[in-house]
């Protein structure tokens, strides 16, 4: 067991152009929607996944109340079934 936190990484490009790396630590789903909980060492950010005839791509969410109320079901979801060390 080499690096058992190897995550899968992307990159993405916030507002002003720049593009920042974040692991992937968790995708899941809530009321028909795909989302992705990355993560760095400066910050963690909730997007939403969508799929079209190119691929798959991470949308900003814009709305902090659905944004909130979406972690907010996360954490509930996590707390009543941890993962396993």
């Not at 690096?3 to 507002?15: C, G, I």
């Not at 109320?69 to 993962?83: G, N, T």
Request: glycine letters at 4%.
């Amino acid at each position: 067991m080499e690096n058992d936190s190897l995550r899968d990484l992307v990159t993405v490009e916030d507002e002003s152009g720049r593009q920042l790396s974040y692991e992937v630590d968790a995708l899941f789903e809530m009321q028909g929607e795909s989302y992705a909980l990355l993560r760095n060492e400066n910050d963690t950010v909730l997007m939403r996944v969508e799929e079209d005839e190119k691929g798959q791509h991470l949308v900003n969410i814009t709305n902090q109340t659905e944004k909130e109320s979406l972690l907010d079901a996360y954490q509930i979801a996590v707390d009543a079934a941890p993962a396993e060390e």
